[in-house]
């Protein structure tokens, strides 16, 4: 083999293992960079708590509103739209 042979093979195996881990780490710093959450957006993970293996219980804002959801199990369940006063008290709370 001359060195050509060689410097192609490494360039071809540095190329998949670049791809490799562009894809398993690529969409992870992509969010980082563009900000996972927009002011402007509509929807929202707000906060998120695993009560067992399969159900977990969601706090998702809506268009400046939340609403409490319960999901997995058998069925996911909307438990209710909490009120503004609620929103402004938990905030309050965490800062």
């Excluded at 690529?26 to 509509?42: C, E, H, N, P, Q």
């Excluded at 695993?50 to 998702?60: E, F």
């Amino acid at each position: 083999m001359r060195i050509h042979d060689i410097l192609t093979v490494g360039a071809a195996l540095g190329g998949v293992i670049g791809m490799i881990l562009l894809a398993r780490f690529g969409s992870g710093f992509a969010g980082r960079l563009t900000g996972r959450r927009r002011a402007d957006g509509v929807l929202s993970l707000d906060a998120s708590l695993s009560l067992d293996p399969k159900r977990r219980l969601c706090l998702v804002g809506v268009r400046g509103q939340q609403v409490l959801l319960l999901t997995g199990g058998s069925s996911d369940v909307l438990l209710g739209w909490l009120p503004p006063a609620a929103k402004a008290s938990a905030e309050e709370q965490d800062g």
